[in-house]
């Protein structure tokens, strides 16, 4: 049973789609994950899921009521919730250890430090950024990046993570849906995020 479907959503500011024709449905307890690079449409289409913004065309169905163009408090009181996140590493912290945050987040350990605990997943880090071709800048930190470095450290926080779909935007349209699998070997994908000839070689299967 889908609790939120997302149908032929789109937004345009003046000339520019900032959205065109998204649609995908979340079931019950299932962990989407909708990626794409800067400028794709992400926040827009979160924007108008809690009402910040209304679309132009398509709809928005949560718990079967079309909540398309609802003030976001009222969407709110029917029990959709939203967290702010600036699509940037900490850039004080280094390369590693922006994934590692990440790893300690997805495994609920936020508040659990130790010395054990960092270097379990230090070496898992490691073994993402290699993925992404990021591991020889495991030890710089993020702010010394150029921008495209950046997007590479987000992709192994993001698409090697624990969601069970994954919707790739790029310029407002979706390129890319499906599992891990699918996005690692999609070359649209590989071709935002890593530029030519890049390819995933994982080494955990069946993570995001």
């Known amino acids: 049973m ?11 500011f003046g000339g520019v789609h900032a959205v065109e024709n998204v649609s995908f449905e979340v079931g019950e307890g299932e962990f989407l994950a909708l990626i794409g ?4 449409g992400k926040s827009t289409c979160f924007n108008m899921i809690n009402g910040q913004l209304a679309p132009d065309a398509g709809d928005i169905e949560f718990a079967g009521r079309s909540i398309a163009g609802w003030k976001p408090r009222d969407i709110w009181r029917l029990g959709v919730g939203r967290t702010f996140q600036v699509a940037a590493t900490f850039g004080s912290m280094t390369v590693a250890e922006n ?5 300690i987040s997805h495994h609920g350990e936020i508040f659990r430090f130790g010395a054990a605990l960092a270097s379990r997943h230090r070496d898992m880090a490691i ?22 470095d950046v997007k590479r450290v987000e992709l192994a926080i993001v698409v090697f993570g ?15 849906e499906g599992d891990a699998k699918v996005i690692r070997d999609n070359p649209q994908v ?12 994982p080494h955990v299967e069946g993570r995001v």
């Open 2 to 12: 889908s609790v939120l479907r997302v149908l032929n959503l789109s937004k345009a």
């Open 37 to 40: 690079p800067n400028g794709a």
């Open 99 to 103: 994934v590692q945050m990440a790893l």
């Open 127 to 148: 073994e993402l950024l290699e993925q992404v071709g990021m591991d020889r800048s495991a030890a710089r930190a993020c702010k010394e990046l150029a921008y495209g």
């Open 162 to 176: 624990y969601a069970d779909r994954i919707i790739v935007l790029a310029r407002g349209i979706v390129i890319a």
């Open 190 to 201: 590989q071709q935002v995020y890593l530029g030519t000839g890049r390819t995933f070689t």
